[in-house]
């Protein structure tokens, strides 16, 4: 059994930033892709961003140049760094990962809030 648990979260004013920060549990070395989904209030869940181990990055079109989603130097870690926060960006934000040999776990969720 393997798990994601997510740090970082909060409330911040628009034009603000937040980093979000997520651990793999310590049997699951072999992370192959890491990132960030994220679900507003009535809304599906949607990505924000992923990294893979080869450093890959994708982005939603929403947060690109505001968003960087990186790995730690210990590969079952990932960090988002989010600047510029918008109240459109209020949302749980899920982190993600998945391996071959786990197949796809998600953390159990951190709450961002933007006000104006």
């Known amino acids: 059994q393997v798990q994601l648990v997510e740090s970082g979260g909060g409330s911040v004013q628009a034009g603000g930033s937040l980093r979000l920060s997520c651990v793999g549990s310590e049997n699951w070395f072999s992370i192959t892709t890491m990132g960030w989904h994220r679900q507003a209030p009535g809304k599906e869940r949607e990505l924000v961003a992923i990294?893979?181990?080869?450093?890959?990055?994708e982005y939603a079109d929403s947060v690109k140049g505001r968003f960087t989603v990186s790995r730690g130097a210990a590969r079952n870690t990932v960090f988002l760094h989010m600047n510029n926060l918008q109240p459109e960006d209020t949302a749980v934000y899920y982190c993600?990962?998945?391996?071959?040999?786990?197949?796809?776990?998600w953390g159990q969720g951190t709450q961002v809030t933007v006000s104006t």
């Open positions: 993600y990962g998945w391996s071959t040999g786990f197949g796809q776990h």
């Open positions: 990294v893979t181990s080869g450093d890959i990055t």
